[in-house]
Antibody, heavy 121, light 107 residues
């Protein structure tokens, strides 16, 4: 059974940093791209970032490029999102999602339960 | 960047009704379109990929169609458990933008 478990969310002040983690199990992690998708309270889904299976390709939304860094450790079956210079508008539930596809075309077939990030002074 | 729009933003229909949701891309994306269902308080769930391919285990009352810029998600006979917000997503190239969502409830 595919399982994705996010952790690392919490309350931080504007300008601070946070690192999210996503532990994966139930599939060969190194065979799949991985994604971060967020959802602000009461709002829709926003794609944040994608990393290919071997980290050869990395993509970011304009809203986080230069502030967020996606990484993965295939040996540890883990995905990460380093979030710096956080803003109030980054407040959201952050989902880790497994990616399907290749050559720069990816959609998400399994999602974690999400971790809440709140940016507030 | 390609923009994704959905219509309507919300709808209310009776059990057994046929429901159709439209998703439009501002530029052609071939068939690189996915549909997700998010029930209240739950995690998004993939329904359809490649515009019309039903994910295994998804009820056959769901169907997708379209190519290029115009896509539809249909529910042939609305059930109470279909109350949810439905999102389309383009995935032909980054950014992998989601549509704004369509909320479906029961009349």
């Amino acid at each position: 059974e595919v399982q994705l478990v996010e952790s690392g969310g919490g309350l931080v002040k504007p300008g601070e940093s946070l690192r999210l983690s996503c532990g994966a199990s139930g599939f060969t992690f190194s065979d799949y791209s991985m994604n971060w998708v967020r959802q602000a309270p009461g709002k829709g889904l926003e794609w944040v970032s994608t990393v290919s299976s071997r980290s050869s390709y990395i993509y970011y939304a304009d809203s986080v490029r230069g502030r967020f860094t996606i990484t993965r450790d295939n040996a540890k079956n883990s995905l990460y999102l380093q979030m710096n210079s956080l803003r109030a508008e980054d407040t959201a539930v952050y989902y880790c999602a497994r990616g399907i596809g290749n050559s720069g075309t990816y959609y998400a077939d399994y999602w974690g339960q999400g971790t809440l990030v709140t940016v507030s002074s | 960047d390609i923009q994704m729009t959905q219509s309507p933003s919300s709808l209310s229909a009776s059990v057994g009704d046929r429901v159709t949701i439209t998703c439009r891309a501002s530029q052609g994306i071939s068939n690189y379109l996915a549909w997700y269902q998010q029930k209240p308080g739950k995690v998004p769930n993939l329904l359809i990929y490649a515009a019309s391919t039903l994910r295994s285990g998804v009820p056959s009352r769901f169907s997708g169609s379209g190519s290029g810029t115009d896509f539809t998600l249909s529910i042939s006979s609305l059930q109470p458990e279909d109350v949810a917000t439905y999102y389309c997503q383009k995935y032909n190239s980054a950014p992998f933008t989601f549509g704004p969502g369509t909320t479906v409830d029961i009349k």
